[in-house]
């Protein structure tokens, strides 16, 4: 399983949710034991680079599933 962590940010850096609105997409974040999970590595590498031009850079973190 993997976990996204953004690069900058201290408080609560892990990605919990993604929602796709009218408005655009909302982000929340959270810590770590609270973070969205991906079961392949492949999967959170799409989402970071999707969402690296609005909300900055995100890594892959392994965590146990």
Known sequence: MF??????KKDKPFLK???????????SYS????AMKFVS???????SKALR???GNFYPMEVDG
């Not at 590595?41 to 989402?47: D, E, L």
């Open 41 to 47: 590595r492949g999967a959170a590498i799409q989402v």
């Open 31 to 34: 810590e770590e034991k609270k």
């Open 53 to 55: 031009v609005s909300y």
């Open 17 to 27: 949710s993604v929602e796709v609105g009218t408005t655009g997409i909302d982000i």
């Open 3 to 8: 976990i996204l962590k953004h690069g900058m």
